[in-house]
């Protein structure tokens, strides 16, 4: 007879699906989650505490390495940085937030096959630089923007960091995913170095870039077409 599956370790996957829909503090969430899941299983409550608390001492240093960035970079934001990138961006005439976020992307992908994923980021070049010089140089071009214009040229951002980051990455041989797929093909008995790995992920990358670029060539066509028309509206509502 088969042995029965507990199923009952699932509850975790309710649990962070609840806590997040009713938006609950998501460090209390988790810990929740990894409470109920671990009691689910059949761990004692004092194993279970003890990996909460060895986890911790491990990571205890985390805080620090993440606050501290951002706090320079709050710095920078307050004496200007953000106005700073949109006035230099605004004074070159060609430059277009379409052509800027290609630029962009193909330099985040250079950078992150190479294994400078640190170099981009949406918190440290995203937020205080890249979405600022969008807006700059489509301020330059049409005037002052809408926020819906803004809002959307910061999720284009965001978007061109993250397709970035992501299908560059996997071009390093380094990298996490590409040294978990090789080890479990050698478990399943499928030997394959990870250089292959690396160098198959080339063809995906550039496909992205191709992609994404020719979105990013659209936004502008896209963005002149919605201020125009917002400007219309704008007229109408007046007369």
Do not use: C
């Not at 599956?5 to 649990?15: A, E, F, H, M, Y």
């Not at 009713?22 to 671990?38: E, K, S």
């Not at 003890?50 to 911790?56: D, S, V, Y």
């Amino acid at each position: 007879m088969p042995a029965e599956v507990n199923l009952w370790p699932l509850i975790g996957v309710l649990i962070i699906i609840a806590g997040f829909a009713l938006r609950f503090n998501p460090m209390l969430v988790v810990i929740v989650t990894a409470i109920g899941t671990a009691l689910a299983a059949g761990f004692p409550i004092d194993k279970v505490l003890a990996t909460i608390g060895a986890g911790f001492i491990k990571t205890r240093n985390l805080p620090l390495i993440i606050l501290l960035p951002l706090a320079v970079i709050g710095l920078l934001e307050r004496h200007g940085l953000r106005q700073h990138a949109q006035n230099w961006i605004s004074s070159i005439k060609s430059a277009t937030a379409g052509r800027l976020l290609i630029v962009y992307l193909g330099a985040r992908q250079l950078t992150a096959a190479i294994g400078l994923t640190s170099l981009g980021g949406h918190p440290q070049m995203v937020r205080p630089l890249l979405a600022p010089m969008a807006e700059g140089a489509t301020e330059s071009r049409y005037g002052k923007l809408s926020q819906k214009v803004r809002e959307k040229l910061r999720a284009m951002s965001a978007a061109t960091d993250n397709v970035g980051l992501f299908f560059g990455e996997d071009i390093f041989v380094a990298f996490g995913a590409i040294v978990l797929m090789t080890t479990f093909l050698k478990e399943a008995g499928i030997e394959v170095e990870p250089i292959h790995v690396a160098l198959w992920g080339i063809p995906t990358a550039i496909s992205a870039f191709v992609i994404h670029a020719f979105r990013l060539h659209r936004l502008d066509k896209t963005l002149a077409r919605e201020i125009a028309e917002e400007k219309k509206n704008a007229k109408g509502e007046q007369a």
